[in-house]
Nanobody, 124 residues
Framework: QVQLVESGGGLVQAGGSLRLSCAAS????????MGWFRQAPGKEREFVAS????????DFADSVKGRFTISRDSAKNTIYLQMNSLKPEDTAVYYC?????????????????WGQGTQVTVSS
């Protein structure tokens, strides 16, 4: 089982930027689709972004399009979520997730391996 460890969260003012990292230990995840999800207090976990095997295709939630980018570095077994122009409504715990397939969609049920999460807080 690959272990996923997120880092890079923190407190930032509205309009600022953060870059989240998700490092995998154990087996490589280069042949798996990877995703980022987030969960705010009292809300369901929601899709943020995903990247397919080989970085062929990226998908983003409408709420983050144009502000967030996702990338993967297979050599480092790490994926990144670059978050720009952050808004208070982006405040949540952000989770990295691995799918058992090379392509995956927006449902959390398509992912079977999760990191522990990293807190992102955006102040107004």
């Amino acid at each position: 089982q690959v272990q996923l460890v997120e880092s890079g969260g923190g407190l930032v003012q509205a309009g600022g930027s953060l870059r989240l990292s998700c490092a995998a230990s154990g087996r490589t995840f280069s042949s798996n689709a990877m995703g980022w999800f987030r969960q705010a207090p009292g809300k369901e976990r929601e899709f943020v972004a995903s990247v397919t095997y080989g970085g062929i295709r990226n998908d983003f939630a409408d709420s983050v399009k144009g502000r967030f980018t996702i990338s993967r570095d297979s050599a480092k077994n790490t994926i990144y979520l670059q978050m720009n122009s952050l808004k208070p409504e982006d405040t949540a715990v952000y989770y990295c997730a691995q799918a058992p397939t090379v392509f995956a969609g927006t449902s959390p049920h398509e992912y079977n391996n999760w990191g522990q999460g990293t807190q992102v807080t955006v102040s107004s």
